[in-house]
Nanobody, 123 residues
Framework: EVRLVESGGGLVQPGGSLRLSCTASGLTVDDYAMGWFRQAPGKEREGVSCISWNGGSTFYADSVKGRFTISRDNAKTTLYLQLNRVKPEDTAMYYC????????????????WGQGTQVTVSS
């Protein structure tokens, strides 16, 4: 059984930092692109960031570019998202996702989803 388990969410003040992790089990992650989506209450799910199977290419939504950094450790089957200089509009449930093609794509091509970790930015 394939499982993606996110962790690291929580309450953080505006301007603060947080690191999210997503650990995969039940498969070898080496061939998969991995990434993060988020969904705020009353809003559609949006792609936040993605990294190719070997880390050679990355994608960031314009809203997080320059503040968030995605990385992966295939040996630990873990994906990370470093959130810096967070804003109240970053408040959302953050979901981990995996693409079997090895390269970043849209949500329809996602093969596996995690259950999500909540990030709340508030003073």
């Amino acid at each position: 059984e394939v499982r993606l388990v996110e962790s690291g969410g929580g309450l953080v003040q505006p301007g603060g930092s947080l690191r999210l992790s997503c650990t995969a089990s039940g498969l070898t992650v080496d061939d998969y692109a991995m990434g993060w989506f988020r969904q705020a209450p009353g809003k559609e799910r949006e792609g936040v960031s993605c990294i190719s199977w070997n880390g050679g290419s990355t994608f960031y939504a314009d809203s997080v570019k320059g503040r968030f950094t995605i990385s992966r450790d295939n040996a630990k089957t873990t994906l990370y998202l470093q959130l810096n200089r967070v804003k109240p509009e970053d408040t959302a449930m953050y979901y981990c996702a995996m693409w079997p093609s090895g390269y970043c794509s849209g949500s329809r091509a996602v093969a596996y989803w995690g259950q999500g970790t909540q990030v709340t930015v508030s003073s």
